[in-house]
């Protein structure tokens, strides 16, 4: 079982900026990829970014040059740093990291909770 916790969502004026944190613990060997997804009122849930343990990243064209993924293996950690925000980045974002129990285990994909980013005047 793994665990996700999420913070730093919160209310922000548009061009400003937030920075969400997704710690993971529990029975863990390896963590493949870590990433944020985010989910709109009456949309689908979209990947925002995404980074792989070779340090490998991906972003939505609507964030490039906006928001950066990075993560801490020492710390289980990513991390999503979000600038010049936009009201159509407002979501619930939520942390998704791909982990391995054992050298030879399949993969398993665990979600949090979601935090709330509210980006509004």
């Known amino acids: 079982q793994v665990q996700l916790v ?3 969502g919160g209310l922000v004026q548009p061009g400003g900026s ?3 944190s997704c ?5 863990i060997y390896s963590i493949d990829v870590m990433g944020w997804y985010r989910q709109a009122p009456g949309k689908q849930r979209e990947l925002v970014a995404r980074i792989t343990i070779g340090v490998s990243t991906d972003y939505a064209d609507s964030v490039k040059g906006r928001f950066t993924v990075s993560r801490s293996n020492a710390k289980n950690a990513v991390y999503l740093q979000m600038n010049s925000l936009k009201p159509e980045d407002t ?3 939520y942390c998704n990291v791909g982990t391995r129990l054992t050298p030879w285990s399949d993969r398993k994909d665990s979600w949090g909770k979601g935090t709330l980013v509210t980006v509004s005047s």
Not at 23 to 27: D, L
């Open 18 to 20: 937030l920075r969400l």
């Open 23 to 27: 710690a993971a613990s529990g029975n």
């Open 6 to 8: 999420e913070t730093g």
């Open 91 to 93: 979501a619930v974002y």
